[in-house]
């Protein structure tokens, strides 16, 4: 039997993942003004690196909470009443480093040393574009955003390290100004692009120029006037730490599947 | 008549720079255990976008504080009585990005919408690596820290962009997880290095292997089994302002030559 609620809150939906009844393909365009939130778990003993990690590397890797080691409970701040273990649609497994199993959740694999990391996502800005009608390319033609490896490093921070990776929208030169403004803002879910057009493509070591091979999700279209515009992407620090290899068990969120909070959009916006 | 002072206190050396009787050659080996910051003035109507290039880069460029428009008082969690028209030993002006001239105040050209941001400064780690025995190579060869252009984007920030620049202290392979702890802690001041050795100088786009040729300040030597070690260096925020073009005045401290504060190296540490 599949549940369908009209409207559902962000509480809805993770109670529909803790009973295991959530059925859509993805989190994505659902509650409307909510944050959600990438999802890392690793054991207490690399959490500081991976705090500076987030700190040092602010762009890529806006954190925006972390539970407490063993505690599964999410901050009150971000979501109330949220279990870690069970409030997602699908986690991914990774062990040293190496992709396992998805899960519908990993209560067994949740340690008393377990900590669970919150990332900003571009959800919460691309509601800001589409509102002033900059909706963007992929959700125009209803397909995942581009991504890309970068050769941009990281700054280092104990045993992470890595490249940045970036998401990826196409938009006309003269626009801009505008798309760059409208997102400045969203400090704790990327803010404004970090690069754009063939110069910063360049910079960033990108050289899929046309949008049809991207290094993750799908390719776009770049139409006649427009620049490809490129923003930190909260692949960054999954990918750090599984390219890390740190021994053990490293749980995450299934791409596309999002914890999906209380916390409103304005809440990462300065 | 030059003055010599035994032991002077930040505030000593803040009053014989106002005092114009400040004649040491640079700031460096001065009050130990204190902070030194570098020093930029900016029209308020680019403030905003300037404290992003901080907070979207905080590695190369940790912002200590700033001033209230036009009022020139140095904040006091960071000096007490201090003026930055008169504080430091020397400053450069520039008009539309391009150098004009050293002054020993900038009296005249504080204007009533002129902004100082003070941001972080290696200085503070060096002395815990000397602490630690691992004096610098520079400081050993009483030479200027050899510093790099890097190929490394920052994350664009309004008006602000360019590139990252590094400064650079050859080590012992073996010492670099010493050196690479000793410097972490320093948040507020570039804290650990962002990469290292061969693999570091590709990622970050530098070709001077032997430390022979840096961009900025003085050759160094790379002994027998060292590595070439490289920390976000606070010159970044200095040369995007420049590369910026941002039209009128812009005013900087004259390098070396630093705002000396009360703050203590502890105090930029996590």
Redesign the interface.
Known sequence: MTVALASPTPADIRLLCRDDKFRAPATANLCDGHVQANVIILPNKFAADFR?LC??N??PCPLLGETLPGDATVPARLAANADIRYDLPLYRTYVDGAYVEEKRDVAKEWKEDSVAFFIGCSYSFEAALTAQGLVPRHTELNRNVPMYRT???L????VFGG?MVVSMRPYPLALLPLV?ETT?PF?LAH?????WGVE?AR??GITDLDGTKPDFGDATEIREGEVAVYW?CGVTPQLSVMDSKIPGLVLSHAPGHMLVLDMLNKDVCV
């Open positions: 500076a700190a040092r602010p762009v050769k941009v490093p700054a280092a921070a104990g490249n760059r400045r400090v803010g404004e692009p970090v690069a910063g910079a960033l930190g």
